[in-house]
């Protein structure tokens, strides 16, 4: 069973995706308030490794967990003092959970710090950053949603790692 439920309202999420342990699944439980039911019972952990593909960047890398028409998911692993470029996307927008580790970063002209469990939406045509100033690994799972899930709607305003 697959199950995505996204929204820019009070559901921050909720994704049951076969595949994705339950550990990583459950990351985002501690922080249901009193007015929302968290449940991870019904997350199953099944090995995807043949359907998985990971991508190596300068930053760390990300790997594809699933995807179809419309969105894609993945994991993001971004190494320790490292970032992504500063970016827009003109198709899509996106969703990230912080799995592992704390994130900064720049949505629009703000600058915010998020911690295992905290969650963020970007906007499409959003101006972001993922960035990584800490001693450990930072791991997030990112959904993207939008007309077109190409990894060339991709808009660098600055790039470390001089890519255009």
Same mark, same amino acid.
């Given at each position: %069973?697959?199950? &995505? $439920?996204l929204?820019? !309202?009070?559901? @921050?999420?909720?994704? %049951?995706?076969s595949?994705l342990?339950?550990?990583?699944?459950c990351k985002?439980?501690?922080?249901?308030?009193?007015? /929302?039911t968290c449940?991870?019972? #019904?997350v199953?952990? $099944?090995? %995807?490794? =043949? #359907?998985?593909?990971?991508? =190596?960047r300068?930053?760390?890398? /990300?790997?594809v967990?699933?995807? !179809?028409?419309? /969105?894609?998911? &993945?994991?993001?692993?971004?190494?320790?003092? +490292? *970032?992504?470029?500063v970016?827009?996307?003109?198709?899509?927008?996106?969703?990230? @959970?912080?799995?592992?580790?704390t994130?900064k970063?720049? *949505?629009?002209?703000?600058e915010?710090?998020?911690k295992? !469990?905290?969650? @963020?939406?970007?906007?499409? #045509?959003?101006?972001?950053?993922?960035?990584?100033?800490? *001693?450990?690994?930072? *791991?997030?799972?990112?959904? +993207? &949603? !939008?007309?077109?899930?190409?990894e060339n709607?991709?808009?660098?305003l600055?790039? @470390?790692?001089?890519?255009?």
């Open positions: %069973m697959n199950l &995505k $439920v929204s820019t !309202g009070l559901i @921050i999420s909720a994704i %049951m995706l595949g342990s339950s550990d990583a699944a985002t439980k501690q922080n249901c308030g009193k007015k /929302y449940s991870c019972e #019904k199953k952990k $099944v090995d %995807m490794s =043949e #359907k998985q593909t990971t991508f =190596e300068p930053w760390g890398s /990300y790997t967990i699933d995807e !179809g028409e419309g /969105y894609l998911v &993945k994991t993001i692993t971004v190494k320790p003092n +490292q *970032k992504l470029s970016q827009r996307h003109n198709h899509r927008g996106e969703h990230w @959970i912080v799995l592992e580790g994130a970063i720049i *949505k629009g002209d703000k915010l710090t998020l295992t !469990g905290e969650a @963020i939406d970007i906007a499409v #045509k959003e101006i972001h950053s993922l960035q990584n100033p800490y *001693k450990n690994n930072l *791991k997030i799972l990112e959904v +993207q &949603k !939008g007309d077109l899930i190409d709607d991709i808009e660098r600055s790039d @470390i790692y001089g890519r255009k």
